[in-house]
Structures are given as structure tokens and as C-alpha cells.
């Protein structure tokens, strides 16, 4: 008889605990869960714990609840006295964190739209998940952007090209790759590198070992038009970038200018 009334009054205090997590009063509902015996109710608890924990991420998902809401109620799930066992619990929590991440990075893509800085918008647009309601409008504007930065940005490199400028142009570049996969702008970064590099053996007055093959123009496919010098040093007059982007220097020896390979 004894043993039924203490049944009979788990029962009771196992369906407060139910009715408690209806009413998203978590940290109630665990409390009374963790005063019944483990051995006879460990698996209806595991069951209640794990379909809460899903209704939480549900309700959040569905934007019933906020993150902070969210967060609290997985809390109270995890003060369970074996709430380690349930791993559904921590996997949904991730997920929730997840999907707050994917929102937060909408909103900031949306900020980088209003600015006019559409390469970081594309970045923060390609962090929106799959789960996440804003996905399909997130790669509708990542298209957008896509073909808006690579337009405007084969405008400014010309230009930079142009006027030699190959520091605005890298730096125009480190901006925009992680934003876009063009092979015309990695092919400019290829050529302004080149002439960074070309630029750099001017002003350090570098000089060169010139034996190998020297050339009088540079660019020769053709071997007519060459002869090996002897070793030695000379200083670099000019540099020139090949369609292969590699750099050519201008060398004085042997009493004549040649170009080399650098």
C-alpha cells in the first residue's frame, strides 16, 4: 500500500513537472523531475526532455520565441540531474545558435546593402544557412551583388591599370575576392602582384646575377634571339610584365642592355 501511494504521488508531481514544461517553466518542471526515482522514470523523463527540447527549437525557429527565450528554456532542460545523457539537447542548442548566427548576418548584409558596400554584404549574405527563412532571399542578393562587383570592379582596375596604379588595385582586390571567384579579377591581381613586384626591384635598386639566358626584348618565345653572359652583377633599368604575368627585368652587361627572367 505504502509503495502505491508513493507511486501514486510521483505520478502526480511527474505530470506537474509535464504541465510546468507547457507552460515553458523549465526550471520548475526539472526540479520536481529530479526529486522522483531515477530507476523507474529515467526513460519517460529522457522522452519529455528530448520533445521539449525540440519544441523549443521549433518555437524559435518559427520566431515564437526570442534567442534569449530560447536560451533560457535549453537551461532549464540542462539542469536535469542526468541532462548529459541527452545529447538532443545540446545538438538543439547549436542548431539555435546556428540559426540566431545565420539572422544576425542577414541583418548586417542588409546594413552593408543600405551602405552601398556590396562585397561585404555578398560575405555576410553566404553565411545565411539553409534552416534559415531568409536563405533563398539571401542568394537572390548575393546573384545581385555578384554581378553588380565584378562590373564596377573591371571599370576601376582597367583604370588602375592604366595609370599604374597597383596599390589601390590590390587593395581593391584583397577587398573583393573572399566576395566573389572571378577568373578576369584573379588574372588582374596575377598582373598588379607582377608589377608590385617590378616596382619594388626600381626602388630597391636591386641587383642581379645575370648568368642565364638574356634576351634582347623581352617576351621571346623564339631561342634565336639570345646568348648566355658570363656571371656577374647588374643593375635593373626597367621591368616589364609578360602575358604569363612574369616579370621581365632590363639589365646593363657586357657593354649592351638584354632582359632577363626575374
Given at each position: 500500500?505504502?509503495?502505491?501511494?508513493?507511486?501514486?504521488?510521483?505520478?502526480?508531481?511527474?505530470?506537474?513537472?509535464?504541465?510546468?514544461?507547457?507552460?515553458?517553466?523549465?526550471?520548475?518542471?526539472?526540479?520536481?523531475?529530479?526529486?522522483?526515482?531515477?530507476?523507474?522514470?529515467?526513460?519517460?523523463?529522457?522522452?519529455?526532455?528530448?520533445?521539449?527540447?525540440?519544441?523549443?527549437?521549433?518555437?524559435?525557429?518559427?520566431?515564437?520565441?526570442?534567442?534569449?527565450?530560447?536560451?533560457?528554456?535549453?537551461?532549464?532542460?540542462?539542469?536535469?540531474?542526468k541532462a548529459k545523457d541527452i545529447e538532443i539537447i545540446e545538438e538543439n542548442l547549436s542548431a539555435a545558435n546556428g540559426l540566431n548566427e545565420s539572422r544576425m548576418q542577414f541583418e548586417k548584409g542588409k546594413n552593408y546593402e543600405k551602405d552601398g558596400n556590396y562585397a561585404k554584404a555578398i560575405n555576410a549574405f553566404k553565411k545565411v544557412i539553409e534552416d534559415d527563412e531568409n536563405y533563398e532571399k539571401a542568394q537572390k542578393h548575393i546573384k545581385e551583388f555578384t554581378e553588380i562587383v565584378v562590373k564596377d570592379s573591371y571599370l576601376?582596375?582597367?583604370?588602375?591599370?592604366?595609370?599604374?596604379?597597383?596599390?589601390?588595385?590590390?587593395?581593391?582586390?584583397?577587398?573583393?575576392?573572399?566576395?566573389?571567384?572571378?577568373?578576369?579579377?584573379?588574372?588582374?591581381?596575377?598582373?598588379?602582384?607582377?608589377?608590385?613586384?617590378?616596382?619594388?626591384?626600381?626602388?630597391?635598386?636591386?641587383?642581379?646575377?645575370?648568368?642565364?639566358?638574356?634576351?634582347?626584348?623581352?617576351?621571346?618565345?623564339?631561342?634565336?634571339?639570345?646568348?648566355?653572359?658570363?656571371?656577374?652583377?647588374?643593375?635593373?633599368?626597367?621591368?616589364?610584365?609578360?602575358?604569363?604575368?612574369?616579370?621581365?627585368?632590363?639589365?646593363?652587361?657586357?657593354?649592351?642592355?638584354?632582359?632577363?627572367?626575374?
Amino acid at each position: 500500500i505504502s509503495w502505491g501511494a508513493n507511486r501514486t504521488v510521483d505520478e502526480i508531481s511527474f505530470y506537474n513537472a509535464v504541465r510546468l514544461m507547457r507552460n515553458q517553466k523549465y526550471s520548475q518542471a526539472v526540479k520536481k523531475l529530479n526529486k522522483l526515482p531515477q530507476e523507474i522514470y529515467e526513460y519517460r523523463i529522457y522522452s519529455k526532455i528530448e520533445n521539449e527540447s525540440e519544441n523549443i527549437l521549433n518555437d524559435f525557429k518559427e520566431e515564437k520565441i526570442s534567442y534569449e527565450d530560447a536560451n533560457n528554456y535549453f537551461d532549464g532542460l540542462k539542469e536535469y540531474v542526468k541532462a548529459k545523457d541527452i545529447e538532443i539537447i545540446e545538438e538543439n542548442l547549436s542548431a539555435a545558435n546556428g540559426l540566431n548566427e545565420s539572422r544576425m548576418q542577414f541583418e548586417k548584409g542588409k546594413n552593408y546593402e543600405k551602405d552601398g558596400n556590396y562585397a561585404k554584404a555578398i560575405n555576410a549574405f553566404k553565411k545565411v544557412i539553409e534552416d534559415d527563412e531568409n536563405y533563398e532571399k539571401a542568394q537572390k542578393h548575393i546573384k545581385e551583388f555578384t554581378e553588380i562587383v565584378v562590373k564596377d570592379s573591371y571599370l576601376k582596375l582597367e583604370e588602375y591599370k592604366n595609370n599604374n596604379n597597383y596599390k589601390v588595385a590590390l587593395e581593391l582586390i584583397s577587398e573583393i575576392e573572399e566576395a566573389v571567384n572571378d577568373d578576369k579579377i584573379n588574372n588582374y591581381r596575377k598582373y598588379f602582384s607582377a608589377v608590385k613586384r617590378g616596382e619594388e626591384y626600381l626602388k630597391d635598386g636591386a641587383r642581379y646575377s645575370y648568368r642565364q639566358t638574356l634576351y634582347n626584348s623581352p617576351n621571346k618565345k623564339s631561342e634565336s634571339n639570345y646568348y648566355l653572359a658570363s656571371s656577374g652583377n647588374a643593375k635593373i633599368y626597367s621591368y616589364y610584365v609578360d602575358e604569363d604575368f612574369r616579370v621581365w627585368v632590363k639589365i646593363k652587361c657586357d657593354g649592351g642592355f638584354y632582359w632577363i627572367i626575374a
